[in-house]
């Protein structure tokens, strides 16, 4: 049946940002596919692709393809190239859509399409129609044929001619256009398919890498592009950068190939790599179904770019700096002296502690072997037949020959198996030498562990593999920290060069031959997702210090790390606040109050009102002297920040203030309205005017318990508070305390169990200097939440409550300031 229509998809090669684009490789196909087989779905009697006479003739074969027909006119003058199509063709409404959008929404534009000939039925007339709305890239524009001719003949303006819409859409007082506002299911405005520059070229194969993990072909529905825009694949991109340089080993690349092929990253690889299997690998894991467009030999702009993880063995300073600079960097087993630009730190490979902390150390991420060695013989008598040579892929200390005939001298009818990179190797003219065999390195080699009685290996991947394959396993340390860490690990080695028949000997009879399986008893060996584990790691948040609220030049220095989190302090403040997470932001609604309280205090927050209202009467107390009136002939306005049900309110209140409350929770405040009938305002600090909603602009005192250590950006908090504080009133705060016992005592437990939204930890020692920056003298700072038994002198001796050592203890937390908790009372100057 006839439609009247024509579809033509705008094209040329000439892209300056991106050259050759429509012809670029995207999931197997050339990018123009996808966008020809999207719109074919749309209804026409011609699909044409409308370009310049030099892409032509390159164009045409896809064309083809996809069942369009190529017309070539200007390059420039796309105007002209549209209506010198429409004078070969009898078509009413022409269909624009361009070749930089793989992902169209093609129901949408039938359905533009649709409405723009019903609107064109009656007598008035439709010129040019759009949805708006539609995510950037995914759109089309629907014009009549006659009336762009028309508009083309009235202009001479090159703007309009270089575009197409603006002839029509630019000239509203003749043209009738319209731009509406697509359906809800079409809606999307902050969504970016189109393909512009590089990194939304890595976000269309990031969307292609969701399509095929999900088994989607295409053309693609609305619904599948928008899944996959909303995806974590999609949403937090990795830039994987592995170490390609000669005597790094082969480890590295093919720990983030693998992790790419699973988790749909990118891999980043220079071209001045200087490891020699790197193409042989690549095309190893392209072949189990890696896609090429995942390999990138250019880190693109922070623009599409959230977390770069690097696993390249140790970076300079200057590599550091650069791959972080505005985007979350995470490192894996990175033995660089510079890990401070580090978010994140991920150690796989047990490494020899030197001085830094990881935020995770976890062997269980290394991939082992399915297939096992029978460990039925007796350990005394193991049979050496078979024995590995395998020097990480490359041999940088020349061992592998010295080391194979040291076997064969103590093993002369065992078959000796040596790994070596290149066929032109000088030690291939010994193949075939008695029982010792040449061999190029083997893909899945992980699996063939088993079948060695013996693996002679560098402390790396291969070792550990082979111990959980159950081999014999033997290190050639080279370096010293390579022999410092077989030590560590428990690992048989030689560390004499010439592998002397004694040197061999011991390690042979080295209780360690058979080594112990890592310590893994915690995950019980279970296998981890590495690819898994990244994706959320890179989903993970970089914050700057919520008092100063702008990241540093500098890295700020790290104060702890673990698995969900990275502190730091402030260069500029001081502050320690909470650098980056992996942690969902909370939302504080009823369920906070009714089911984490209770999580946390085993009771709930309203079952608790009176002995929390009991620590606000002492609190209060202690406000009333710092006030120094002397005389109550005046109430002083208190204003409480974070109030929830109120106990402080009602605290204050019988200590002869005026209370005002705010919540971000509007259950609490309905309560404090309705049953203790205080004036309260449900807001989210510092969006709140106290002068309209309580008709004061500044307060004698605001307060804040337990409420300081959630603002992210407290800085704002701070300068409010100060302006709604009367000059010579007070602040007055609780908080954790960053020097009490727990803090002191373990350092890194006490960042662990820090509870995830708490951004800032306030050390009482510093807090004078913070809040200076705000207009405020600190008056009294108050130790609380004492508790002996969190003392390491009660927990080694057991001492128990009311006995003497424990008295002891309790008065030294209280002199020394040791509480866990911290009252700071401060004045407005
Ligand atoms: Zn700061």
Redesign the pocket.
Known sequence: MKTNRIVIVQCRLSSTRLPGKALKDLAGKPLLAWVLSSMKKVKADYYYVATDSDSYEQLLPVCRDYGFKCFAGPLDDVLSRFTMLLDTVKAKTVIRATADNPFLFYEAAEESAELFEEKNKGKSTCDYLTYSGLPHGSGVEVFSADSLKKAASETTDPYDHEHVGPALYNHKDRYNCEFIPAPNRYNFPDFRTTIDTYSDYLRAVSIMNYMKAHNYQGPFTTEEIMEACRSNTVKYPVVLVPSVVKGHGTGHLRRCLSAALQGGFFVYIPDDKSLAETDTIVAEYVNEGLSKNQIINSIPDESYLPAIITDTFELTENQLKELSKNRSLISIDEGSRYTEYCDYLLDIIPSYKCERLANKTDSSFITMPQNIRNQSNSEAEKIVERVLICLGGEDPANLTMPAAQAFRKKFPDAKITAIISNADNPYVDYAGGPNIEFIKPIPGLREKLFEYDIVVTHYGLTAFEAVYAGCGVILLPTTKLHRKLAEKYDFAFVGDKKISDSALEAALTSENLYAKKTDDTETGGEKKSLSAFLRLLAAGKRM??????KLPSQPDLVISRNESRTYRR??????V?MAFTTIEDKKYQKAYFFEDYKKQYGKTYEEDFDSIKAQGMRRAGIIKTLCGTGNTESEKNIFDIGCAYGPFLAAATDSGFNPFGTDISEDAIAYVQKKLKYPAVCSAFPDIDTAEEFGIAQFDVVTMWYVIEHFKDL?SVLRKVSSIVKKGGLFAFSTPSGEGVSAVSDKDHFYQISPTDHYTIWEPSRANE?LRLFGFKVERIVSTGHHPERFPSIKKSGAKPGSLKWKLVEAQSHAKRLGDTVEIYCRKI
């Open positions: 700057p210090c919520p008092v100063c609220g402030c260069a500029s403040c001081g502050m606040y800085g913070i």
